[in-house]
């Protein structure tokens, strides 16, 4: 049995890509300051804006929250996490929810 890390590393995919130059010195910089290499600077860059990508696609009502944790690979506690620190707001909007709430209590006059 594969601990997550291996599945992971087996899940990944080698992708050559040219990174202007102005980039790379600038992952150089972050791989020193956080004491890591450049590759994975540019991972963990990729992966906050796979995240912030995703979840505004959630925030637009163009994806599940499911979908989206399950393209991230987290859970959807996750998620709600990251929206809160990015100011993002998912599921219902205020006015979405205010207009819920005045059509349930039409429908619920109705039923009486």
Known sequence: MLSKAEEKVMKSRVVPLRIPEHLDELAALNAQE?????????RQWMHRGAAHYVLRLVAEGRISIGRAAELLNVTVYDLHHQAEMLGLELGASA???????ALAAAEAKKGR
């Open 95 to 101: 006015e979405q929810r205010k207009r819920s709430r």
């Open 34 to 42: 956080e004491h890591t290499d450049k590759a994975t600077a540019f």
